[in-house]
């Protein structure tokens, strides 16, 4: 529900689309990742180079080098499921969950499955099946995209590739909230504003206000079914890189200017590191780095468009995760005797408003003899929150503590309806993958954006616009079979 699930469409699927790019010569589409990396593919496989990409954000330096590594796996075709990159699924270690009002728990889990939906009915009547099912049709919609990109079709838009999933349905999701969505289903007041909202601060930091798409995407996550990457989630990001073989230079791009040679764009593309300044010529140049009106860190200028170039959209949501090595305060939940502390997570409903979500974590690599701490004992807690933690907030939730490890970043964008939706193309051979993330951010989501991203760069290089931009896809995708 929280953190680095990986889900079955990063990276696992290959299809047509994806293989061609490679056989084909298509330029290669990088993008940045630790130390705002540009990267490059290999130069014997180009007749120019790769495109150049701009730095990343420190947010999500892990995933911006796992989606440069995905977008040259499309590309080129490469086998990037987990076994091919010696990934093993992390073993989960089992953990009680509740909610928290900030007074009480509205709401714990138990051990007994039976128990745990008599309580859920008793409480909130059917809400929570008319939200599975809910959920359930949008998820079912939005595979459809996995079976497009398999026969190479691709969209230069992200209201596009909403629209050939779900048609005005899904667009529409994307002005309407999460509460009036799920209201007009069936699902009471209450069940939104102790759970589904509870569920939207521990992934996003945003309430039940937020659109529904990304919503949807949200909720989906927190019934399970993710896995994580045994020695750390980094890995995938690692492993596709090593995989795809790219060359990566260790640069933060500036600009990216456009010149026309023979009547075909070509990017200037400047950039600077410790060493000193650098620029070079890209036939394709993909932006996989979020560009968003805080992103003052960014200093990418676009010159020589016309019209100009904008691709900002928004403000994204400031995100703080606190690692606190100590004793929980179980008093402050209600448990006096520390003993008695059930939980392994705490998700909180709109009060208390300092912190969203509290976890007890346990090691990257779990052993067969692992357990978790005792709720006595010293333990490794997660702390999300929307603001650093004030030592008397810290004091709150702990009788004592060893040490405190905060990182803090701008982890997704701030929801809200919008007027149009961003577009991947931002010129002829110039695309935005982060486009989608204006729809809904996740891992998965954003493998689907560097694939969509791969086959647009492919089809438009090799003016296969029959393969952009399509209506009625499911009908044409079953009459191709």
Request: with cysteine.
């Amino acid at each position: 529900m929280r953190g680095g699930g990986w889900g079955p469409g990063a990276g696992q699927r290959e299809g047509p689309g994806a293989g061609r790019g490679g056989r084909g010569g298509a330029r290669r589409a990088g993008r940045g990742g630790a130390g705002r990396r540009a990267l490059r593919g290999p130069r014997e496989r180009a007749p120019r180079r790769a495109s150049g990409s701009p730095p990343a954000m420190a947010r999500a330096a892990p995933l911006l080098a796992a989606l440069a590594a995905l977008l040259a796996a499309a590309a080129t075709g490469g086998d990037a499921r987990p076994s091919k990159i010696g990934l093993r699924h992390r073993r989960e270690v089992v953990g009680r969950s509740a909610i928290f009002s900030g007074e009480h728990f509205v709401l714990e889990e138990t051990d007994w499955y039976l128990l745990n939906l008599f309580r859920l009915w008793w409480h909130y009547g059917i809400s929570f099946l008319r939200l599975q099912m809910w959920v359930e049709e949008v998820m079912e919609k939005f595979m459809r995209i996995y079976k497009y990109q398999a026969h190479g079709y691709a969209f230069s838009g992200v209201e596009e590739l909403l629209y050939s999933l779900g048609e005005s349905a899904f667009v529409n999701m994307t002005q309407r909230s999460v509460a009036e969505s799920l209201l007009q289903v069936g699902v009471t007041q209450r069940f939104i504003d102790d759970v589904v909202s509870a569920v939207l601060r521990a992934s996003y930091g945003q309430s039940a206000a937020m659109p529904a798409f990304a919503g949807a995407m949200s909720l989906a996550g927190a019934q399970g079914s993710l896995w994580s990457v045994e020695g750390g989630n980094k890995l995938v990001c690692s492993g596709l890189l090593k995989l795809t073989k790219a060359n990566v230079i260790h640069a933060t791009v500036t600009s990216v200017t456009l010149q026309n040679t023979e009547g075909k764009p070509l990017y200037y593309v400047e950039y600077e590191n410790e060493v000193g300044n650098g620029s070079d010529f890209y036939d394709i140049v993909v932006i996989a780095t979020p560009l968003h009106l805080d992103n003052g860190s960014s200093g990418i200028t676009f010159e020589g468009f016309d019209p100009p170039i904008d691709a900002a959209q928004g403000s994204f949501q400031p995100t703080v995760v606190s690692l606190v090595h100590g004793y929980l305060n179980s008093s402050y939940f209600g448990f006096p005797d520390p003993k008695l502390f059930p939980f392994a997570s705490i998700l909180t409903t709109d009060f208390p408003n300092f912190f969203c979500s509290l976890d007890n974590i346990c090691p990257v690599n779990i052993s067969a003899n692992f357990r978790r701490k005792q709720p006595q004992e010293a333990a490794v807690w997660r702390v999300q929150s929307p603001k650093p933690l004030l030592r008397s907030q810290l004091k709150t939730l702990f009788r004592s503590y060893y040490s405190v490890q905060t990182a803090e970043w701008r982890a997704h964008p701030v929801y809200g309806p919008h007027s149009t939706l961003p577009r991947f193309a931002l010129h002829d051979q110039l695309f935005h993958l982060n486009a989608l993330e204006w729809a809904a951010s996740s891992v998965e989501v954003m493998a689907v954006a560097a694939k969509n991203v791969a086959l647009l760069a492919y089809n438009r290089w090799y003016q296969d616009l029959d393969k952009i931009d399509q209506k009625d896809l499911m009908h044409k995708v079953k009459t191709e079979l």
